[in-house]
């Protein structure tokens, strides 16, 4: 007989016999006869490129809406803005949105505590300023409810 096969060569055409064509080895791909007990007609090579893996997005985070309020009320008290016009021309947003945000501070005290209790940032949008303003007009009985709702999801 010949020389006896080293023992890679022998783990390589016992797994090419076990399953067949295919023979996977980190980023190489081996394609060998489909006949194992024939010579081998070709074999090919492939070296795939491995893919960088892309880097992960920071988890988002929303802001609360009575936070908000609050700086921006703050800019009108401390001199930082001299008007609503000119908080929304410093943070690029409209007079509109700016009156929006300050309206959520004449809210039910109890609702603004709650608010307040869930922290600043959120990771969950679970309240926005569109969500409260239809509070405004509702009742201290239904700001309440909404309070409770509130606490409860802090907890």
Not at 99 to 128: C, F, H
Request: hydrophobic share 35%; charged share 25%; no cysteine.
């Amino acid at each position: 007989m010949g020389a006896a096969a080293s023992p890679t060569v022998q783990e390589n055409f016992l797994a090419q016999k076990q399953k067949g064509v295919t023979l996977k080895s980190n980023s190489f791909i081996k394609h060998g006869s489909p006949h194992w007990l024939t010579e081998r007609i070709f074999s090919i090579t492939f070296q795939l490129e491995e893919k960088p893996l892309k880097p992960q997005k920071p988890p988002r985070t929303y802001r609360n809406p009575i936070y908000v309020a609050k700086e921006y009320a703050q800019m009108l008290e401390s001199g930082r803005a001299k008007s609503k016009s000119d908080i929304g021309r410093k943070l690029n947003i409209s007079r509109v949105r700016v009156w929006q945000y300050l309206r959520l501070l004449k809210l039910n005290a109890s609702l603004i505590k709650s608010m307040e209790q869930l922290g600043d940032p959120l990771t969950k949008q679970v309240i926005t300023e569109r969500f409260l303003r239809p509070y405004l007009l509702k009742s201290h009985k239904k700001q309440k409810k909404l309070a409770n709702r509130l606490r409860a999801m802090s907890f």
